[in-house]
């Protein structure tokens, strides 16, 4: 039998999100259903609604950082049990078998992932996500939120965490490394907490000194403006390893020229526009432009195990259903420091 839940969604590229009430598939013999509690809205929530990654079919309900309770688990489900914290990403099934997905890269399967909304499910239908009240996910693509983070905190996790604890621990952040992150939004502040804790320098190069102030309290060891040309003159061949996290474009090739020999710059924003790269700026001095999403289960559940020791959490601002569509608004003006996260609890209010 299909659950009914209460949502709010998107219905055309450019209409306001309202509220709608979706139908969740019945409870298979390996799923988990989930009461959402919390979500947080991430950037991409905003391009993937209004079709800025192409065309989307309406009515669309948005949200990839899910964290709540299991409410009900199929007879072959032994990683969970009714009452656990849960949380659920970017991803709800992949192939699982090629050579990606083998590899416990599932973000990286080569036929495709199947994303947490917008996409076609294994029964038909299109997978919608979490500002919604409930959610039926594969036991695989669950994972386990620790004790010691809060479950609000955990949500923004769930993709703002892994989306840049992969590249980190890819690019092997730690001491004696030099880290750039650009920007010092709901990524960015992720960024600098995480490559702090793995014991990195961790630099900010922002627009603007205006969270200067944050950036440090945070763990940034220096903090610099990019609107400050001396900025790129000061700071050239200095960095191991730059995250940028901007949803924007950017000039690519005045940040590799911040780069260290053998260093990379790796991009996890996803703006619209290309970002076009001068081969001479890579190599002269073996450079690296890269690019990394989330990571694999194993690898989300390895930094939501380490957020938990080493007491991380992200800086969030927590919203009511009304607000949602003023929270798009304030993510697209950088005017949230640094995470809205919707108590769902509030969707059958809206």
Partial sequence: MTTTASAYGATS?????????IERRELGATDVHIDIKFCGICHSDIHFARGEWGEIEYPLVPGHEIAGIVKAVGPDVSKFQVGDRVGV?????SCGECSACEKGEEQYCIPGSTQT?????EDGTVTQGGYSSDVVVKEGFVLSIPDEIELDAAAPLLCAGITTYSPLHHW???PGKKVGVVGMGGLGHMAVKIAHAMGAEVTVLSRTLSKEEDGKKLGAD???ATEDEATFEQLGGTFDLIINTVS????IDKFLGLLAIDGTVVNVGAPPEQLPVNAFNLIGGRKSFAGSMIGGIAETQQMLDFCAEKGIAPEIEKIGADGINDAWERVLSSD???RFVIDNSTLAEA
């Fill in 172 to 174: 092997k952040a730690g």
């Fill in 89 to 93: 990403g970017c991803m709800v099934d």
């Fill in 222 to 224: 220096h903090y610099y």
């Fill in 336 to 338: 949230v420091r640094y």
């Fill in 13 to 21: 590229v450019s209409d306001p999100l309202e509220p709608l009430t």
């Fill in 248 to 251: 924007a474009k950017i000039e």
């Fill in 117 to 121: 909304y917008g996409m076609k499910d």
